[in-house]
């Protein structure tokens, strides 16, 4: 690390308000890159596997996005509209090492960020092994290291291991992993209509999947920072970096951790004006962009900061980018 990033670490961290999240760092914020292109892997296809396990949600209508004052208008979160989707399966966990493991062991599959040879770790989880391999920092976030090696094995970088961790959601996903998984398992990644139907749990206009209190009778219901971001984070719900994916109660619909924990990629491309307001039944996004959605937030999220682990918050993130806090869950289509 040389001074100049320690420095940055020091500065002043500014509440973001709008339009990016302390816990989303993408490729091209990095100050220097190691860029490896190579030729994608190739995948084998291993349809109609996945439905086993999978929840199926009855769909229908439902009051999307928030006009709530703890929200971000600037990110497209209102105005609160009603939306409509059609039945549709979704995984009451994010995809696991375990699961990722078995793709990539069957398909040999290859990862963005194995294939760039770097992603972005959390300055505070960096191995003792991999501080020689820090490169730089991310220019808005310097909290975020680009770290040789760190991958979805590696996730602190070398050194570290995901063996303890198989039941814990894989990181380091970009979302070009995430569909190529998709297209392996016959599953598909969610809208964020259909990712927000299901992070409500049946609940009308309510802040987190549970209701609106972040800590009903003092209990942590989700997996977030608590302490002064980004220095210290006192885990005092249990967990530093991931939890298991089935930690925590469910939401109203069974499904584990749609906020906390990692964010969760969906298929629409990304627009901060509201794209789902014109269209009511099973909106699907802009059909073009330079980002795609993400949704729930991270373990790194806090309210003093950045506040998007409430079930109507958004972000986004480049197709290719990836992090120690990025993951993704799946659905199908109903028929
Ligand atoms: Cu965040």
Not at 134 to 150: C, D, L, M
Not at 193 to 208: P, S, T
Not at 256 to 283: A, H, K, L, T
């Amino acid at each position: 690390m040389n001074n100049q990033i320690k420095r940055g670490m020091h500065g002043a961290v500014v509440k973001d308000k709008a339009g990016g999240c302390c816990c989303q760092v993408g490729r091209g914020s990095e100050a220097i890159t190691n860029a490896i292109e190579t030729s994608p892997s190739v995948l084998a296809k291993k349809p109609g596997t996945v439905y086993e396990g999978m929840v199926l949600l009855s769909g229908g209508a439902f009051l999307m996005g928030t006009e709530d004052r703890e929200g971000f208008p600037a990110d497209g979160e209102g105005p609160v509209r009603e939306v409509g989707v059609d039945p549709f399966y979704i995984s009451p966990y994010a995809v696991t090492n375990a699961e990722f493991a078995a793709f990539v062991t069957d398909t040999g599959y290859r990862t963005d960020a194995e294939q760039w040879g770097w992603s972005y770790v959390f300055h505070l989880y960096v191995t003792k092994e991999s501080e020689k391999d820090v490169r730089s920092a991310a220019r808005n976030t310097p909290w975020w290291w680009v770290v040789e090696g760190a991958n979805w094995r590696c996730p602190e970088g070398s050194g570290s291991h995901i063996g303890e961790r198989m039941n814990h959601p894989v990181v380091h996903i970009s979302w070009n992993d995430a569909a190529a998984y998709c297209t392996w398992s016959g599953t598909r990644l969610l809208s964020e209509a259909e990712w927000e139907f299901a992070a409500r749990g049946g609940l009308v206009q309510k802040r987190y999947p549970w209701g609106d209190l972040l800590k009903p009778d003092g209990e942590h219901r989700c997996n977030i920072w608590q302490g002064k971001f980004p220095y210290k984070n006192n885990a005092s719900d249990g967990y530093e970096t991931t939890a298991p994916v089935d930690a925590f109660s469910p939401n109203g619909y069974g499904l584990y951790n749609m906020v906390g924990n990692v964010w969760e990629w969906c298929s629409d491309w990304f627009s901060p004006y509201s794209p789902v307001q014109d269209v009511r039944i099973n909106p699907q996004g802009p059909s073009s962009g330079k980002a795609r959605s993400t949704r729930g937030g991270s373990y790194l999220c806090h309210k003093s900061y950045c506040n998007r682990y409430r079930v109507a918050a958004r972000s986004s993130n480049s197709p290719d980018s990836s992090a120690g806090n990025m993951g993704f869950r799946v659905g199908a289509t109903f028929q």
